[in-house]
């Protein structure tokens, strides 16, 4: 967590911003590529879809809400599937904003947090649908201010716990996010934090937009209550469309023997018996 690094000036600096001060403007753009679109590039390889097709030869967002993110592959294909989908989302956030924090420090890991963030929601390798940014966002509240991830931490599991919403609860948190950033951290000795409450601002934004059909449907009572298993409607939905792909094959059969059953089938297509 780098909010522990923060004491030193290397923690606000980065590794480069604290060796090399003095930096001319092609060397600024070009370690913009680095905690920018390599961040945002790392967030488009989505663990969701990846692990949908690897291992279930499917898409993910060919089923439920439509949502490459963890809730969602949960309800469809299960606990392991989840726990891998939530390792990959959580591991390639924090090696972004590491990437970011080398550069120019605080600022940088805070921006290349919110490009991997994009990423997830809008990955360039998964024609820009992807997952809705919590994961990204639980992993950024870890590395850059352990205070407000443990404050969110127990708002969500509260509100989880009480409505059975994940969305709703992601919400929420997504709301006090800037809040609680600009209450508990002022004061700070760098410049840059004007930036990181817009972009706190945008990220509450963006997860608020992306969740809205959530936040419809709960409120007319449509919306599905998470459990930590595989959603028995899914399993219902496939049980139901293996019966329908087996029935044909058994209605064949007669299907192709009794033609005299037809209308003007008078019986013309059975096969006459040898004398």
Same mark, same amino acid.
């Given at each position: =967590?780098?909010?522990?690094?923060?004491?030193?000036?290397?923690?606000?600096?980065?590794?480069?911003?604290?060796?090399?001060?003095?930096?001319?403007?092609?060397?600024?753009?070009?370690?913009?590529?680095?905690?920018?679109?390599?961040?945002?590039?790392?967030?488009?390889?989505?663990?969701?879809?990846?692990?949908?097709?690897?291992?279930?030869?499917?898409?993910?967002?060919?089923?439920?809400?439509?949502?490459?993110?963890?809730?969602?592959?949960?309800?469809?294909?299960?606990?392991?599937?989840?726990?891998?989908?939530?390792?990959?989302?959580?591991?390639?956030?924090?090696?972004?904003? =590491?990437?970011?924090?080398?550069?120019?420090?605080?600022?940088?890991?805070?921006?290349?947090?919110?490009?991997?963030?994009?990423?997830?929601?809008?990955?360039?390798?998964?024609?820009?649908?992807?997952?809705?940014?919590?994961?990204?966002?639980?992993?950024?509240?870890?590395?850059?201010?352990?205070?407000?991830?443990?404050?969110?931490?127990?708002?969500?599991?509260?509100?989880?716990?009480? *409505?059975?919403?994940?969305?709703?609860?992601?919400?929420?948190?997504?709301?006090?996010?800037?809040?609680?950033?600009? /209450?508990?951290?002022?004061? /700070?000795?760098?410049?840059?934090?004007?930036?990181?409450?817009?972009?706190?601002?945008?990220?509450?934004?963006?997860?608020?937009?992306?969740?809205?059909?959530?936040?419809?449907?709960?409120?007319?009572?449509?919306?599905?209550?998470?459990?930590?298993?595989?959603?028995?409607?899914?399993?219902?939905?496939?049980?139901?469309?293996?019966?329908?792909?087996? *029935?044909?094959?058994?209605?064949?059969?007669?299907? /192709?023997?009794?033609?005299?059953?037809?209308?003007?089938?008078?019986?013309?297509?059975?096969?006459?018996?040898?004398?």
């Amino acid at each position: =967590m780098l909010y522990f690094f923060l004491r030193y000036q290397t923690g606000y600096m980065g590794l480069i911003g604290s060796l090399w001060e003095n930096r001319a403007l092609p060397a600024e753009l070009a370690l913009m590529v680095i905690y920018v679109l390599i961040p945002y590039l790392l967030g488009s390889v989505n663990t969701a879809i990846i692990v949908s097709a690897r291992f279930y030869h499917d898409d993910v967002r060919n089923h439920g809400s439509g949502n490459a993110g963890f809730t969602n592959i949960m309800r469809i294909y299960g606990k392991r599937a989840a726990v891998i989908t939530f390792v990959g989302d959580f591991l390639k956030t924090v090696l972004a904003i =590491m990437i970011g924090w080398c550069c120019l420090g605080y600022l940088t890991a805070f921006i290349a947090g919110f490009a991997c963030f994009l990423g997830h929601i809008f990955p360039v390798f998964y024609q820009f649908r992807g997952g809705k940014g919590i994961l990204c966002l639980t992993a950024m509240l870890f590395m850059l201010d352990w205070r407000i991830f443990l404050i969110l931490l127990a708002v969500f599991l509260l509100m989880v716990g009480m *409505t059975k919403y994940i969305s709703f609860g992601s919400v929420l948190c997504s709301m006090l996010f800037p809040l609680l950033f600009n /209450r508990l951290n002022q004061g /700070r000795p760098f410049t840059g934090m004007w930036i990181c409450q817009m972009i706190a601002i945008l990220i509450a934004f963006i997860v608020v937009v992306k969740h809205w059909g959530n936040l419809k449907r709960i409120f007319s009572g449509t919306e599905s209550k998470f459990e930590f298993r595989k959603s028995k409607k899914t399993v219902d939905e496939e049980a139901a469309d293996n019966s329908a792909e087996e *029935t044909p094959a058994v209605s064949e059969k007669p299907a /192709r023997v009794n033609y005299g059953a037809l209308p003007g089938g008078n019986g013309k297509n059975t096969k006459k018996k040898k004398k």
